[in-house]
Every structure is written in C-alpha cells, then in structure tokens.
C-alpha cells in the first residue's frame, strides 16, 4: 500500500549513476553487516559484534546522505516523493529499527532475515526508482497515508524477522543444540517482541488502509489505481495482510497469537508484506 | 609451613544432609573463632562456611613452645561440638591437610577449581568474606594473613588470564540455563518438582535461587515433601495432584522413582492445548524416566533428560579442558612463590643471628689488638672498627647470598598430610558435579 495513491507525474529525478554507486555502498555494508552477524551464529566473538554493528549504521549514514542529495536534486527538502526515495526510506528504517531492537532487548538474530530484505528493498529502489518513477500526492491524507503505511509495513517485517529467530531458537532448543554460538534471547522475549510490533503494524496499517480509502474516495478516478482500484494487486494484497491479523488479533480464536503460532504468523505477513512492496511494482497497473 | 592445618568437608566428600548439618550461621562462627583463640592461645583460624563445603583453617602459635599444636581428629571434634554432632559420624566424610596441600588447596578453592560448578566466581567471595570475618576479629596474624591474601590474589589472577569462569558446568545450572532460553524470566512462573531426590533436589535448588513466582513440591510422600519444601519456601503436594498441577506448571522437574511414567503424551496433550501456545518445559532426571519421551514431540513442549543436560555438561567440561590445565599452572606457580617466599622469611632470623654473631667477634678481637696500641686516637680507632665491620660483611656476603638461595629451595618439611581421622578423603583434585 506503500505507493499504491500516485497522480500523474509532475516531477521527479531519475538517480544518477554515483547516487547508484552510493546505493550500491549501501547495499554492501548491509550485506557485510548481515554475513557477519550470520557468521556469529557459528562462533560468537565480540569483534564480529562490534563489525556487524559498525557496517550497518555506516549502511544507514550512506542511505540518509544519498536520500537528502537526491532529494536536493529535485529542489525538493521532503525526501520522500517518488519510488527511488520510498524504497531506501522503507530499507533504512527496517535496518535502523531492527539494530535499535537489538540494541535496547536482550536479542539477537533478526538482522540475519531484517538485512536481506532491507536489501532487497534497495535493490527495489535501484530498479524502480528508474523504471518507474513516480510522485506522491502531496495532501495531508497521503502523508499521513504514506506515514502510516511505511510504519505499518516495517513493524510487519520487523516481526516477521523476530518470528523467524523464534523458530530457529525453539528449533535449537527442541534438537538440544551444544553449538556455541550467539544467544539470540528467551523464546518469550521473541513472543513479546513480535506481538509489540503486530499490534503496532496492525495499527499503523489501519490507518493506511482509512487514509487510502479516503483518498481514492475523494479523487474518485484520479489516483493511478485508476477507478477499478479495489481489484489493485496492491490494495487486495494489504487488505488480506490486514484481515490475516485482525482475525489473529480480535476474533474469538485469539489469543491465539503465541509461541510457535505467532512466529509463523508473523512470517506469513512479512512474505505477503514483502510480495506487497516489491512483486507487485511488476504487475501491470 | 609446620603449624597449619586445615579439616574440611565439601561436595564430594559430604552429601547435602551432612553439609547442612555442619553450616554455620554467622553467630556461631564467631563464637567458634573466639572459642579457638582461648583454647589454642595465639592460633589462627579461618571458618569457610558455603552451601558447598565447610572448612576450617587453622595456623598454630609456632612462637610459643608451650602452645600445643591440635590433631586433625581434635579439630573435627571441635567443628562436630559446634553443632552437638557426634564426631564420629564426620569422620568418613572429612578431610585433612597441612603444610604445602593447605595452601595448594586454598589456592584451587579460591580460583573455583575445587568448586562443583567448575569455575564459579561465587567463591572468591565468600573466601575474602570468610577472611576478613577472622580479620575483623583479630583471628588472623602472621601466618594466615599472608596465605588468604596471596590466594585472593591468585584468584583474581586466574580469572584474569584464563577462560575458567565462563561457560556451563552442572546438570542443574544446564536446566536453568536451558529455562532461560525459553522464559525471560522464572518470576511469573509455575515451578513444579516431583519426586526428592537428590539430584532433583540440586536442580530444585537452582530453579529455586531463580525466585519463581510459585514452587511446588510433588511427592508420594506427602510428609517428606513438607519437610523438603520448607527448605526451598515452597509448597507441598501429594503425588496424587500432580495432573492438575501440570495443568498450571510452566516447568516440571522430575525425578521420583516411579517404576511407570508419571507424564504421558495422552495425559499432556490436552494440557499443552489449554495452555493454547504457550511454552512448557519439562525436565526428566528420573531413571526409569518420568515423562514418556514422545511428550517431546508435542509442539511448545521442550523436554530435557539428564542424557540430554549430562552431555551439555561434558562438553562444557572437554572445552575448558585447556582453561582448568592453565589455572592449575597458576595455581602450581604461586604454591612455589608463596613457599619460596615464606622460606626466605624463614631465613632471617638465622642471617640476623650470623651477621650479630660474626660482628661481636671482630670487635672482640679489635678491642683485644688495640691495647697493644695505647696511643691510638679515637678517629683510627673508628677507622679500625669500619674496617673490622666492612670485612666481616665482605666475608658473609657470599655465604648468606647462597644461605638465602638455599633456604628458598623446596625441601621435605613442608609436604607432609596430617595423619588421617578415621579415613578421611583427599580432595585434592578438581570436584565435579553431575
């Protein structure tokens, strides 16, 4: 739903081949910081913890330097008005908001899922930032459209990563691994970790899903989803991700949002977030 | 180091109904200290007092001929009055060290090699409390402060240079460890032990340091789990509960002899359901096992047995294989400093005695020459007694460097174990713990 309220372009900058080179520095030091995290899974070093760290924040610095140029580019101050800008946006909060997770919880691990798709999401931006530029409406529903939508969308993959940490430490535990490598913190932390940010992504996304409504409601056929835009891959896709965890959340099968449940849970809505986000940019509008 | 002695009980020698038979409170061991002082005038003694091992140590007054020096038997039978015990009844399971092994043993039980969880840092602690208990009381002088000082020195020491304190080395501190990976904490938590015995009792014992929110002991006999819980502050409850306390539980600990298991699949099925995703881990220490094993393969359900904990141990143990070898090199190492530097401290009294000696004849000798020199002034006269003095020292300098070369050399007065009480053990090697 992140992009899905687009009018006709007005003006944009496609990136140029060094912000595509910063992009690519980017790209690096998250893969640097992931492979080193994943390396401490084996054998746990505080050098490692220490380098893991230091590549992605340097990761995200390199990310805000080149979303304030271009955005300069386009005389624009507001770093957040086309395709190119929202990926990289998407992809620095993800990173930054998992090291922060890491950071102030006893946790450890989610970066080894969090930095592939923060990845992903750059590579998105490297694509579709150039193939396919577009603006956002710039009203006060669509910021808060696309606030809520970027916050909803990162809170799901932040906890579909910890869901997937869960499953790998309740696989440990269940197999009686003797491996010495990094703790990646208590199966009830994770629980409580990905229940924080469901019910925060679901929140979030509640919000997208009004503001959007309103918007097309209030364009009528003006917005790119067009007038049939309830059939929009997008739209459809957001509003199964929504339904998926209102069911979890407030139906009479909850609580049922807990232990291995929840983890899977969580993990469905970061594939479907993610097939959001990315997979659909390919559909035909 | 003739005089110093040191009897003892720990883990390995005494089972826990001994050990807490032989604890003393604070209180008590103050009255021990003072009670030595006046029986053993000029003494000194050192109580260690943990959960894991009672040990009293104890240098005799070697300045006063008269003070008698006390039997290893004698000083048991001091530690068994403390607490009207019949000594006897101590014997098989204490030891008994003096001289060299006293201070070697020191030196291990500081460092945590001598500890039940291998490298445990707990002990520094109580070693520098239980010192500085005599300290304070003035029961600790020439002798004994020297050897805690330089043993909380070689603790620090080796758990500065060498890998020994990190890692996992009991059965018990293994199921704590593995809870914490599924609870974050145990303070909300159900706690449920069945069955008494010992070894569940020690993992009891380590889920009860964690504070659980509730602690129930399970047992067929119901009088004997009263008696047991009220050591650990938690309740009672007849075998016959158990099903519905499961129900509640979010750990079980079982170790009861039951011939059948007391956890079926088809019993925990519908509890892990009730309990509608949240975790349950179970611990099976009982042989015959407790707990059918296909419980295991319940979802949110992680069962341990002790096949399962022991392995963790050994490989916790075999990985710090090379981290115990360096501590015991420490260790080694600072026994031979502490000894050669307690023999040189032994030399100088003799050296004193050489040099006074030696000094006295040169004058004499001098004052003898001189009369045959009536005329002499008085500045040739200390002329002459500076180079008296200066020869004298000359000619002792070599003798008294190889005096003290000699003295710091290890020799057969300082290695010998007090004879035995009734049999008692050596603890000289490293405990382990299952």
């Known amino acids: 739903m992140t992009d899905a309220l687009f009018i006709a372009v007005a003006s944009f900058a496609v990136p140029s081949s060094s912000q595509l080179a910063l992009l690519a520095l980017v790209v690096a030091l998250f893969l640097a910081s992931a492979l080193t995290s994943i390396s401490r899974s084996r054998h746990d070093r505080p050098s490692l913890r220490v380098s893991a760290k230091a590549c992605g924040w340097s990761g995200i610095a390199a990310g805000v330097v080149l979303l304030i140029w271009h955005a300069s580019q386009r005389d624009s101050y507001v770093p957040l008005d086309d395709n190119f800008e929202a990926f990289i946006w998407l992809s620095l909060l993800l990173a930054a908001l998992v090291l922060y997770v890491q950071r102030t919880q006893p946790v450890a691990g989610l970066d080894w899922f969090a930095m592939p798709i923060a990845i992903l999401l750059l590579a998105a931006a490297a694509y579709f930032g150039s193939t396919r530029p577009t603006v956002y409406l710039d009203t006060l529903w669509s910021k808060t459209h696309i606030a809520s939508a970027f916050g909803g969308s990162v809170a799901f993959l932040v906890a579909g990563a910890t869901g997937a940490v869960y499953l790998i430490a309740s696989r440990r535990l269940r197999t009686k691994s003797l491996d010495t490598g990094q703790r990646v913190g208590s199966l009830e932390r994770l629980e409580a970790i990905i229940r924080t940010w469901v019910v925060l992504g679901f929140a979030l996304l509640s919000v997208a899903l009004v503001t959007g409504l309103v918007i097309v409601l209030k364009e009528g056929g003006q917005t790119r989803l067009g007038r049939h835009w309830y059939v929009n891959p997008q739209v459809v896709l957001t509003a199964i991700v929504w339904m998926l965890y209102a069911a979890m959340l407030h139906t009479p099968l909850g609580p049922g949002l807990r232990g291995r449940r929840a983890a899977i849970v969580s993990l469905i809505g970061l594939l479907l977030m993610v097939f959001t986000l990315v997979a659909v940019q390919m559909m035909p509008p | ?434």
């Open chain 2, 1 to 434: 180091m003739n005089g110093l002695v040191l009897v003892g009980l720990n883990h390995t020698t005494a089972p826990l109904a001994v050990r807490e038979s032989l604890a003393l409170n604070p209180t008590e061991r103050a009255a021990a200290i003072e009670s030595l002082h006046q029986r053993f005038t000029g003494s000194e003694s050192v109580l260690l007092c943990t959960c894991n091992r009672v040990e009293l140590y104890f240098a005799a007054d070697s300045t006063n001929g008269d003070a008698a020096e006390p039997a290893t038997r004698e000083l048991i039978d001091f530690l068994a009055r403390l607490r009207q015990l019949d000594a006897a009844t101590l014997y098989p399971h204490m030891y008994a060290k003096t001289g060299r092994d006293v201070v070697e043993h020191l030196f291990r039980v500081a460092c945590g090699l001598d500890s039940m969880v291998l490298g445990e840092t707990q002990i520094l602690g109580q070693v520098r409390q239980a010192y500085e208990f005599s300290l304070q009381r003035s029961a600790t002088g020439g002798r004994l402060n020297p050897l805690f000082q330089r043993g909380l020195s070689v603790a620090k020491q080796v758990l500065a240079h060498t890998p020994l304190a990190e890692g996992r080395v009991s059965v018990a501190s293994v199921a704590v460890d593995y809870a914490g990976q599924v609870f974050e904490t145990l303070s909300d938590k159900t706690v449920v032990a069945v069955g008494a015995g010992k070894m569940g009792l020690l993992v009891l014992r380590g889920f009860a340091n964690q504070r659980p929110g509730r602690l129930v002991l399970c047992n067929r006999d119901f009088d004997k789990a009263v008696a047991h819980a009220a050591r650990f502050s938690a309740q009672a409850a007849p075998l016959t509960d158990l099903e519905s306390l499961a129900a509640s539980a979010d750990v079980i600990i079982s170790s009861s002899g039951s011939e059948l298991p007391l956890l079926t699949r088809r019993m925990m099925e519908p509890i892990v359901r009730q309990r509608r995703g949240k975790p349950i881990f179970l611990i099976d220490i009982a042989l015959p096992r407790d707990i059918e094993p296909s419980v295991g393969q319940i979802r949110n359900v992680y069962l341990y047995n002790l096949d399962d904990l022991q392995k963790v141990v050994a490989a916790s143990q075999s990985q710090r294989g090379n981290a115990v070898s360096a501590a015991s090199a420490i260790v080694a190492s600072a026994v031979d400093e502490f000894f050669a530097w307690h023999r040189a401290r032994q030399q100088g009294p003799l050296i004193d005695d050489l040099y006074k000696r030696a000094h006295a004849i040169a004058r004499e000798e001098l004052a003898r020459t001189l009369t045959l020199f009536p005329n002499i002034s008085p500045q040739e006269r200390a002329h002459l007694d500076d180079l008296a003095r200066r020869i004298v020292n000359k000619l002792l300098h070599d003798p008294v460097k190889s005096l003290r070369a000699a003295g710091a050399q290890p020799n057969n007065g300082d290695n010998g174990h007090a004879p035995p009480a009734e049999a008692p053990q050596s603890s000289s090697t490293a405990a382990t713990d299952v």
